[in-house]
């Protein structure tokens, strides 16, 4: 499966940023949809969640009341959104899209977001 994310970059405190992540059609069910993200000399870690069929969401608690996780409805596209605001320095990552099936996760190529302190 073929994933493209794009959005990202240089942010601000208290600002907002969207990330964009495509999933070429796939020949398998995809289970959930999520976000990571890996800081600077950190281990990569869970940032939000939407499972595929049923629309359930998660998000860790750092993010928890200031990022959304949407998808795009259009049949003929796996398309989620990461809308982040009320940015922060602690925000700054490498940020990961994934689409999961039973057995496997595959992964995007990932976009830096930097939030300056």
């Known amino acids: 499966v073929q994933i493209v994310q794009s959005g990202g970059g240089l942010g601000q405190s208290g600002g907002s940023l969207r990330l964009s992540c495509v999933a070429s059609?796939?020949?398998?069910?995809?289970?959930?949809m999520a976000w990571y993200r890996q800081a600077p000399g950190k281990g990569r870690e869970f940032v939000a969640s939407?499972?595929?069929?049923?629309?359930?969401?998660?998000?860790a608690d750092s993010v928890k009341d200031r990022f959304i996780i949407s998808r795009d409805f259009d049949k003929n596209t796996n398309t989620i959104y990461l809308q982040m605001n009320n940015l922060k320095p602690e925000d700054t990552a490498m940020y990961f899209c994934?689409?999961?099936?039973?057995?496997?996760?595959?992964w995007g190529q990932g976009t830096q977001v930097s939030v300056p302190s």
């Open positions: 059609r796939t020949s398998f069910t995809i289970v959930t």
């Open positions: 939407m499972s595929w069929t049923v629309g359930t969401v998660y998000y």
């Open positions: 994934s689409v999961q099936k039973l057995g496997a996760v595959y």
